[in-house]
């Protein structure tokens, strides 16, 4: 049995005052200074921790806002001075898909690199949109054994990326043509590019020395070689290269042989000739893994079936940063499908033409949270991509108004490469062992069985569409 995957990881505090969801607004003018006073009974003892930044305040445009909202102290005070507020720096964070729900839980998984509690509970919807209207089934969790990080049993999140051929091939002296190379990494997930929405120079050298430490692999533009790496990277690239995947941007020179060939895996953005440019990479480099980037337009679940019929070995399947079918541009679709609706259009379509086990899917895009990884697991992906996990980890707000050049609310010019490493691996931790969490709850031990397995999940649309379509009429996309 393989040693088992663990991430070492240490706490990484923000460098900011938190922005949090709750604070007290507390009226002292009235106070009656009980002895037992409901500020000294916060279980959190959050009131003693707001007098001391006060005391010590650092930003005029950062105030305390980091109540866990069990209204404790709202609820049992006789003079009724208290009562509980929502921070509207909190509310601005993000946009309507990459919610401020989501943005807090990323920074509290980067600040500890552990499974996100809420004192407050859940207190959402049981059904949304996108990945929210998709439930996994956790029938196993009363199985000790099966306990996720805790339980017994050993639960492999490997995956494997490449072709897999389903027969072998022998030659006429009856030797063994061995099939083509396979890039084993020990998690579902790779990290992608950034979207030029969202964009921070000199990134790239933090995201490479996570994935070296995680084991992953970062796919980094050819354009940004060797800027993509720091001195100290540079003078030991050996050991970074098989963690870097170059997407060969056709408009920037290639980077050298020598380079290519100590990668395990390159990247090529889809037109009319990416077969011809793969039989010439192969024919360079016979033993590397080549991914073709499709974009999910109108057209991108077809053009994804035709080049897996073709003998593409791997597709990487990208939507909008949101998750949502990529429409003409500066155009917004009115019905964009979701990500997840796509990567089963194609995974389905594949088992229909009966080579679904020689490719390897990829999906990218709308990838917020750890659960959605396993969610898009089900739904058909081998593994996935994401990016924006990542840069929120660093104390990102998400503005929607984000350029280079205009005034950070997060400092993002600032940080420390260790700081910025740290939250990037403390997060990619957490995610891990929630992916383990939840395996263990649906009485998975292999993430590669999760593939395209929706016996294991419950989709909302369809079962609307089973219970109430007959009365109301059918909602089916036509």
């Known amino acids: 049995m393989p040693e088992k995957y663990h991430i070492k990881t240490t706490p990484v505090p923000p460098r900011l005052p938190r922005i949090g ?131 017994r049993e050993y639960i492999s999140t490997s995956v494997d990326i490449g072709k897999k051929p389903s027969y072998l091939e022998f030659d006429e002296n009856k030797k063994t043509v061995f099939p083509s190379s396979i890039v084993d990494i020990p998690m579902p997930m790779i990290v992608d590019m950034n979207p030029a929405e969202y964009t921070l120079a000199r990134l790239e050298p933090l995201i490479i020395e996570a994935v070296r430490f ?28 098989p963690h870097i995947a170059f997407h060969l941007n056709p408009d920037a020179p290639e980077p050298p042989i020598e380079i290519l060939s100590k990668t395990r895996m390159v990247e090529i953005p889809d037109n009319d000739a990416v077969l011809d440019r793969i039989k010439e990479l192969k024919k360079t480099i016979p033993e590397l893994v080549i991914s073709i980037r499709v974009n999910l337009d109108a057209t991108g679940v077809q053009r994804a079936v035709e080049l897996a019929a073709a ?40 088992i229909k033409d009966g080579i679904r086990d020689e490719v390897t899917v990829i999906a990218g895009s709308g990838i917020a949270l750890p659960e959605h990884m396993a969610k898009a697991l089900l739904c058909g992906a081998d593994l996935i991509s994401t990016y924006l996990p990542l840069l929120i980890s660093l104390e990102c707000h998400l503005c929607e108004t984000c350029k280079p ?74």
Not at 423 to 450: D, K, P, S, T, V
Request: aromatic share 10%; proline share 3%.
């Open 214 to 241: 995680t084991d992953l692999i970062a796919i980094i533009d050819s354009a940004k070689w060797p800027g993509a790496v720091n001195e100290s990277q540079m003078a030991d690239i050996d050991k970074y290269l």
């Open 311 to 350: 003998g593409v070995e791997v597709i990487h399947v990208i939507a909008d940063f949101n998750g949502d079918e990529i429409g003409p541009k500066n155009e917004k679709l009115a019905k964009p499908r979701f990500v997840k609706e796509m990567i089963r259009e194609i995974h389905t379509t594949l």
């Open 21 to 151: 969801k709750y604070g007290i607004v507390d009226w002292r003018e009235d106070c009656a200074r009980c002895h037992n006073c409901v500020k000294k009974a916060c279980v959190y003892d959050r009131h003693r921790q707001e007098a001391e930044y006060i005391r010590n305040l650092k930003y005029f445009d950062f105030l305390f806002f980091e109540c866990m909202g069990c209204f404790s102290c709202v609820q049992n005070c006789t003079k009724d001075l208290l009562c509980l507020t929502i921070n509207s720096e909190y509310q601005r964070l993000g946009n309507h898909y990459w919610t401020p729900e989501i943005i807090h839980i990323t920074w509290q998984q980067a600040e500890t690199a552990a499974v996100p509690v809420s004192g407050a509970g859940y207190r959402g919807k049981f059904a949304g949109q996108g990945f929210d209207a998709m439930w996994t089934d956790m029938s196993e969790i009363v199985r000790p054994t099966r306990d996720g990080i805790h339980g």
């Open 405 to 478: 050049g205009i005034f950070c609310p997060a400092r993002l010019e600032e940080i420390d490469f260790e700081y910025g490493v740290g939250r990037m691996r403390n997060l990619i931790a957490a995610w891990h062992l929630q992916l383990i969490e939840l395996m263990g709850a649906m009485g998975m031990r292999e993430a590669r069985r999760l593939r395209g397995d929706v016996g294991r999940a419950m989709f909302f649309e369809e079962l609307e569409e089973e219970i109430f379509g007959t009365l109301f009429g059918s909602k089916k996309r036509v």
